[in-house]
């Protein structure tokens, strides 16, 4: 997990009061953040391409209702790690 492990710990500790969480807990925000990651490079590159004239590729579809929980989820706790009070939405 690398440098998302000493993020993830950052992050937590601004939105909790509990210094310690449980270890499902930890793994299920460990997810969200990366999932998080990957979808919002994926879209980056994608933005990239139809820039220079690529209209054939698409932005990220989520698949299942989770799979956009995870995406939630990992914009909160980025959002929180950067130091916003208030997520940043899409639209």
């Given at each position: 997990m690398g440098n998302v492990g000493a993020a993830l710990n950052t992050c937590f500790?601004?939105?909790s009061t509990v210094s310690a969480m449980y270890y499902g807990q930890y793994q299920d925000?460990?997810?969200?953040w990366?999932?998080?990651?990957r979808v919002e490079l994926y879209n980056?590159?994608?933005?990239?391409l139809r820039g220079n004239g690529d209209s054939n590729?698409?932005?990220w579809k989520f698949v299942t209702?989770?799979?956009?929980t995870y995406y939630r989820q990992g914009?909160?706790?980025?959002a929180t790690y950067l130091g916003?009070?208030?997520?940043?939405e899409k639209n």
């Open positions: 500790t601004q939105i925000y460990a997810t969200s990366e999932y998080f990651r980056s590159n994608v933005s990239t590729v698409s932005y209702s989770e799979d956009l914009a909160i706790l980025f916003y009070t208030t997520p940043i």
